[in-house]
């Protein structure tokens, strides 16, 4: 299948998908559990790894609302089979959880720059893997759109990009999926970026320790952000991993939040992990977890 017939052949299936009554009923739900704004999430490849059911019930349980799922392999074309689609919705009904967001996580600058068609179809199978799962929203890693040497942005790079995004925002828009970036540069780039592309629907997916890592100051760059540029967000820390610890990257997650409501972002909360050495640190993984959730539930985010 070419790539003009798969994206006629997807969007013919646009409208196929959970109802508006459904969806009035899972927000309601939502709201009585834990309000409205925030939810809180964690990355499929911190749990059990892509694809596995599991993950589902183990969210559950550590008191999360959703997960952010990936894809096993590395192969283009369908981002989501039709049996493990079915997987999904019921293991969703089962157990209330939902999906945060999709990460097509082998849809990088190198593979969009050689092999731009391959991508193009990966990007629109995971939007309809969204859209058939009630999530709005997708996370794209693109890291070497800086120099990590120099901590200068690749113009060419750049340039393949806006291109490339030219190209899939518009069929995100029919879906209304929005496509976010995590990668390497500045938020003004991100920004210049977006701008060029001229589509709503293209965001930043924020990463409160991955501005420090990348050689930005996390507070600026959120500051940076305001009007709606933030798509979603991971929560996380190195060193030991705790969002409660002061000093390290972020050196403070409270002020990351004062920031995160200070530019009026809301959405999902999604937690990640930078490593873990569990000798080192003298917790369990399942502790730290179960940390992580205690400390965002008791956030500002909730008492705002």
């Known amino acids: 299948m070419d790539r003009r017939e798969f994206l006629g052949k997807s969007v013919a299936g646009a409208f196929v ?43 559950k349980a ?36 939902e999906v945060a967001s999709v990460a097509p996580t082998h849809v990088h600058v190198k593979r969009i720059m050689e092999k731009r068609g391959e991508c193009v179809e990966l990007v629109c199978s995971a939007v309809d893997a969204a859209y058939e799962l009630n999530c709005t929203n997708m996370l794209i890693p693109l890291f070497h759109l800086q120099d990590f040497a120099t901590r200068k942005t690749v113009e060419p790079n750049v340039l393949a990009i806006i291109d490339f995004f030219k190209e899939v925002a518009p069929y995100a828009e029919k879906k209304n999926v929005y496509l976010s970036m995590e990668d390497s540069i500045s938020s003004k ?18 990463d409160i320790y991955n501005c420090m890592h990348y050689g930005h100051d996390t507070i600026p760059e959120i500051l940076e952000l305001r ?29 990351c939040i004062d920031a995160l409501l200070d530019v009026g972002y809301k959405g999902w909360l999604v937690l990640e992990f930078h490593g873990y050495d569990m000798k080192k640190y003298k917790m369990t993984y399942d502790d730290l977890i179960k940390a992580n959730v205690e400390y965002l539930k008791n956030s500002k985010f909730f008492k705002a």
């Open 17 to 59: 998908g959970a109802s508006f009554a459904s969806i009035l009923s899972a927000c309601s739900s939502w709201e009585k559990k834990c309000g409205p704004d925030y939810k809180i999430g964690i990355c499929d490849w911190n749990f059990r790894k892509a694809e596995n059911l599991a993950n589902f019930d183990d969210a």
């Open 227 to 255: 009007g709606g540029y933030i798509g979603q967000v991971h929560m996380k820390h190195n060193q030991s991993n705790l969002l409660s610890e002061k000093g390290g990257w972020p050196a403070d997650t409270d002020k």
């Open 189 to 206: 780039d991100n920004k210049r970026i977006i701008d060029a592309v001229g589509s709503d629907h293209l965001k930043v997916y924020l």
């Open 62 to 97: 550590f008191g999360l609302e959703g997960i952010q799922i990936s894809k096993k392999d590395k192969s283009a074309g369908m981002f989501v089979s039709p049996d493990l689609m079915a997987k999904y919705k019921a293991k969703i009904k089962e157990t209330g959880i």
